[in-house]
């Protein structure tokens, strides 16, 4: 006989389920928040129980297990932090200035956050850490979470900065954002690097760019012409359907307020190759090797995948797939066909203008 399977009710809210709840507090707007925070923070990191709620929450972000990790329950928070402050020589906390909030979610929920920093020496890091307090009956504060993060390895760069390359654009290879130096020598000479990223799009960039504030020597590979030619060789009407905020390269904004909010392809493509340009982020064409390779390639949206349709050699109109197609300024009124409702066909449809129907 088949064993039954019993599954949850499809009702269950999977939220119940996780530990944590929000806790049940008023603040006061008079409280000195500085004070509440440097309360707690005066021990750390030598927290005991009487520190921690009962149901407290502590995630750690690489800063002291050297992965991600959560914990639950005050007790569970306190044995192994003990353990790990030892393992890892842990620092007292700065209190950051100004970093002291109340979160009032309503009448009767409420918590204090403040923003802390500490260092280890074992191995030496500088990490940031987060507390969420609440008011205990005693009159005392109590830590509801706990967040540590790693932050930075003292001397190997900041992966958070980077200052403008000092390089001019080279004449004859500035493609891939490869370039000369102020003092005329050139970077394409090198063929052996720590790491090779495959793809010059936005994330390709983006990990040579925080490859080259770790001081990590790096190229980046891009198969087209230049950087931005990705986004550059799309269909005439392509463009993002998020807003510019999310489309921002590291270290700075990348696409400022004369840009439209909703980027078109062009402005991505002169965004990209600017940004290149600016940090001197390394691409070269030849026969290179590398102790570790990133794969920025994409989705594969410009693969094109074709669908298998009956009797489709009856057909003999003219049939291509959005990776091929630029306009359809040159189809005149005539009708046509998209399949498939997403971003590209959607684009592709409304900005069909002219076109007796699609």
């Avoid at 800063?63 to 020589?89: D, H, K, M």
């Avoid at 969420?132 to 958070?160: A, C, F, N, Y």
């Avoid at 490859?211 to 986004?231: I, M, P, R």
């Avoid at 090797?289 to 990133?294: D, F, Y």
Wanted: glycine share 10%.
């Amino acid at each position: 006989m088949p064993t039954a399977v019993t599954t949850p009710a499809s009702n269950a809210n999977v939220l119940e389920l996780l530990p944590g709840r929000f806790p049940k507090a008023r603040i006061p707007d008079s409280t000195d928040l500085d004070a509440a925070a440097a309360s707690v923070l005066q021990s750390f990191p030598n927290l005991e129980l009487r520190h921690f709620n009962e149901d407290a929450l502590w995630r750690d972000s690489f800063a002291l297990t050297g992965t991600l990790r959560t914990f639950y329950s005050g007790q569970s928070v306190v044995e192994i932090l003990r353990n790990l402050v030892q393992q890892r020589g842990v620092s007292a906390a700065t209190l950051i200035p100004g970093s002291a909030r109340r979160t009032q979610v309503d009448d009767d929920v409420a918590w204090i956050d403040c923003r802390f920093s500490f260092t280890t020496s074992n191995p030496e890091t500088e990490c940031s850490g987060f507390l969420s307090l609440i008011p205990s009956e005693d009159g005392q504060w109590k830590i509801w979470v706990l967040r540590t993060i790693l932050e930075q390895l003292p001397g190997h760069g900041d992966v958070e900065r980077l200052q403008p390359s000092d390089r001019v654009p080279d004449p004859v290879n500035s493609v891939n954002g490869n370039g000369t130096v102020s003092n005329g020598t050139s970077n394409g000479d090198k063929t052996h690097f720590q790491a090779a990223v495959i793809g010059g799009g936005q994330s390709g960039l983006s990990t040579g760019g925080r490859l080259q504030a770790l001081g990590v020597s790096y190229v980046v590979l891009e198969k087209n012409a230049q950087v931005g030619d990705a986004w550059r060789n799309r269909y005439e009407s392509a463009r993002l359907h998020t807003v510019r905020e999310y489309s921002h390269l590291p270290f700075d904004r990348t696409f400022g307020p004369e840009h439209n909010e909703y980027l078109g392809k062009d402005d991505l493509a002169k965004g990209h190759e600017k940004w290149a340009e600016k940090y001197g982020i390394d691409g070269k064409a030849s026969q290179i090797t590398a102790n570790h390779i990133v794969i920025a390639t994409g989705a594969g949206s410009q693969s094109p995948v074709m669908p298998q349709l009956l009797d489709r050699e009856k057909y003999k109109g003219k049939v291509l797939h959005s990776a091929e197609y630029s306009t359809a300024k040159e189809w005149g009124a005539k009708s046509g066909i998209v399949l498939g409702t997403a971003n590209t066909g959607q684009s592709v449809c409304w900005f069909s203008q002219g076109r007796d129907e699609a």
